[in-house]
């Protein structure tokens, strides 16, 4: 799997992993534990996210950096293989 | 407000062409107990939910199943967007291709447009989630009608991924409507229920 797949991959990993405990939350906002293990996954997955787009460019309109070019239109879109 | 982030919730790349499987699960696309049907509902029926707990399940949930329904027509673009002609002529897929060629439009599998009346919103908190709790469920059920049918691991793999997550959303609807239905105040907003 190449380098982009593969941070690719463990981004989804942990963002996937904070949405669930996002979801937990909403019907048990007031576990502490729940909390905490949420902000540790979304963190990891910030985290990896930066390295993402420094590497391979954008991954929201608004965190785009290029002042040549517009690369939020950089292909592969998310529906086209990597 | 949506924003939009250029992945998809689970990656989708399916190696060989397969327009009658596309066909299929186009189903989940634009069909009654698709992604677009499960968005809709939920991200309507949030407006007239009664507390925070039921307003950000159902914008959270409705939210992923925009991810989702990404995910679906990525993969009927996938299955069908190298497919020959001679492949999609000798599939049911080839009525579909007459008027969207290999676009990916929403409809159920047998080419009913998506059509609002798959949901339903009352504004009736305790109807809602019960309805709710039946989507998943329906949808659930869909999937496993498509691991039935589906031969190609790819494509199973991501299948069995969006099963699981209905049965996730089902557990947290049960929560909601769980809480709702022991909630002092709620029992007032709905008459009929437990009412004096």
Redesign the interface.
């Given at each position: 799997m190449s380098d982009r797949a593969n941070l690719m991959k463990k981004i989804s990993a942990y963002a996937f992993a904070a949405y669930d405990w996002n979801l937990y939350l909403d019907t048990h906002p007031n576990d502490t534990d729940a909390i905490a293990m949420f902000h540790k996954m979304a963190d990891k997955a910030s985290a990896l996210k930066k390295e993402y787009e420094d590497k391979y460019g954008p991954l929201t309109a608004e965190a785009s950096q290029d002042m040549e070019r517009w690369n939020w239109l950089d292909c592969p879109w998310p529906w086209e293989k990597y | 407000m949506w924003?939009?982030?250029?992945?998809?919730?689970?990656?989708?790349?399916?190696k060989n062409t397969n327009p009658q499987l596309a066909q299929y699960i186009v189903s989940q696309y634009g069909g009654p107990n698709g992604e677009l049907s499960a968005s809709l509902r939920y991200l309507s029926q949030r407006y007239s939910m009664p507390n925070e707990?039921t307003k950000?399940?159902l914008t959270?949930?409705g939210t992923?199943e925009l991810a989702h329904l990404?995910i679906v027509?990525?993969i009927v673009?996938?299955l069908v967007k190298n497919a020959t002609t001679d492949e999609i002529e000798n599939s049911s897929y080839g009525v579909y291709f007459m008027n969207h060629g290999r676009g990916v439009f929403p409809a159920d599998s047998s080419g009913m447009p998506f059509d609002a009346n798959c949901i339903a919103v009352s504004g009736d908190p305790i109807a809602d989630l019960t309805e709710d709790l039946a989507a998943e469920q329906k949808a659930r059920a869909v999937y496993d009608n498509i691991l039935r049918v589906s031969d190609d691991p790819d494509v199973s793999d991501v299948i069995k991924f969006l099963r699981q997550r209905e049965i996730?959303?089902f557990q947290?609807f049960g929560?909601?409507l769980d809480?709702l239905q022991n909630t002092p105040e709620i029992q007032g907003f709905c008459p009929g229920m437990n009412a004096k």
């Open positions: - | 924003s939009y982030q250029k992945r998809l919730q689970y990656p989708v790349n399916i707990m950000g399940l959270d949930i992923e990404e027509g990525s673009r996938q996730v959303h947290r929560e909601a809480q």
